[in-house]
């Protein structure tokens, strides 16, 4: 359970649910099949501006949701991956 | 998948160094451990046992700035509590199994820097060019008087300019009313303190010299905050932001309710570790770049 509210899709401002439904397309069209926005998003949806930034950081990773940033000599996810290993990041 | 084999997904959450996987992906492990334990010791040289491997400046940029905002995510994971999730992506995308991840102690930080900094832009080939740079910089320009340095050394890989734009907007003062300003200046100032950011220490100065009455200064700020903090509130969120600054993972509800315990909102635990994450994702990009301090504060010109 998160240690904080959260403010769902269902009862977020137009100005959340915007940004919402961007993460949760772009996540769906990563992998193949629709997602809701994932839960490390969420934590911030108290405060619009850091839930927005949130989906900023994926519109620049994502290439603005087209998932068609040039790959360089090892796939970029790897690096978030190990990021996250080094953290010791349950998520 | 990138390592569709069971086994081998299983060696690499285990010890990646020794799973047979390339050894350019061994080279980015390794860099990613500096950069999230220990990033002041990074030096020219972290770079260049990538570029042996054939990485090019333009793809070390890119990847430091992934890791950059990386750092976001696990923070906001560890911080809201976030449970193993089967929707959770990288799994799926990654992996066969979720077993991979662990928790490993993290090491103590140690507090010696890599002395090797010098007075150049940094350590990456920065041709500062191109309409996405110059569209970055003219907002810098207006937003600070001049164009910081962290722009310029990343311009070899300009696509995350926006979010650079956006996360040094939200660093300049709290975004929710319950946090005062002269808390929010604490909290970016300990963790630019705790991360040893040698790009900006001058910046962390001349903001606790702006917003907090006082003495105050970075190596206090180092120090267990019970040590000089005697406001309750404050003691409790400057030992938040050390807890999670070194070891996130082990942030648990009892650090959100200790914020509701001393009569801090959730907004206020969620501005705090945004804040924290977001200076601290800068921190950790400016020290494995090496990027040198600029000449003038960091700090918005409206702010002033």
């Known amino acids: 359970m998160a240690y904080i509210e959260i403010i769902h899709e269902e009862a ?10 961007f ?13 809701p926005t994932p839960q490390v998003y969420r ?8 839930f927005n930034f949130g989906a900023v950081q994926n519109r620049v990773l994502t290439n603005d949701g087209s998932h068609n940033r040039p790959m360089g000599p090892l796939p970029s996810i790897l690096v978030n991956f190990a990021v996250s290993l080094h953290s010791s990041c349950f998520y | 998948m990138i390592y569709p084999k069971a086994d081998v997904a299983r ?4 010890d990646p160094q020794t799973a047979p996987i390339p050894e350019l992906h061994k080279a980015m492990f390794r860099f990613a451990e500096l950069f999230v334990n220990r990033s002041w010791q990074a030096s020219p040289e972290s770079l260049d046992v990538m570029r042996v491997e054939g990485v090019s400046d333009r793809d070390l940029a890119d990847w430091l700035q992934i890791a950059c905002i990386q750092t976001w995510f696990t923070h906001s994971a560890d911080a809201g509590g976030i449970p193993m999730d089967r929707d959770a992506v990288s799994g799926p995308v990654m992996f066969r199994e979720r077993s991979f991840y662990h928790a490993q102690p993290a090491p103590e930080l140690a507090s010696t820097t890599n002395a090797s900094v010098t007075a150049t832009l940094g350590w990456l080939h920065a041709p500062c060019t191109g309409v ?45 009313k319950s946090l005062p300003a002269a808390l929010h200046a604490l909290v970016r100032a300990t963790v630019i ?6 790009y900006f220490e001058p910046s962390a100065e001349s903001l606790l010299h702006r917003e907090v009455e006082g003495v105050m200064n970075l190596d206090i700020l180092r120090k267990d905050p019970s ?6 509130q404050s003691l409790v969120v400057l030992r938040f932001v050390h807890k999670m600054v070194k070891n996130a993972y082990k942030i648990t509800g009892d650090d959100a309710q200790s914020f509701r315990e001393a009569g801090l909102s959730d907004e206020t635990y969620i501005d705090v570790f945004n804040t924290v994450a977001i200076q601290q994702s800068f921190d950790r990009l400016a020290n494995c770049i090496g990027v040198a301090a600029d000449t003038k504060p960091l700090l918005a010109r409206n702010n002033a």
């Not at chain 1, 401002?13 to 439904?21: F, T």
């Not at chain 1, 934590?43 to 850091?50: D, E, F, R």
């Not at chain 2, 970055?136 to 650079?164: E, I, M, T």
């Open chain 1, 43 to 50: 934590p911030s949806s108290l405060i619009p501006a850091y």
């Open chain 2, 193 to 198: 303190a705790l991360d040893h950011s040698s």
């Open chain 2, 227 to 232: 040590e000089h903090i005697r406001d309750q």
């Open chain 1, 23 to 35: 993460i949760s397309g772009s996540y769906s069209k990563m992998v193949g099949v629709k997602v």
């Open chain 2, 11 to 14: 060696a690499v959450g285990e």
């Open chain 2, 132 to 176: 996405q740079y110059e569209t970055a910089a003219r907002w810098a320009q207006n937003h600070y008087g001049f164009v910081p340095n962290l722009f310029k050394s990343v311009s070899a890989c300009p696509d995350f300019y926006p979010r650079h734009q956006l996360a040094l907007e939200l660093l300049d003062g709290p975004q929710s």
């Open chain 1, 12 to 21: 977020a401002s137009p100005e959340l649910k915007d940004d919402y439904e």
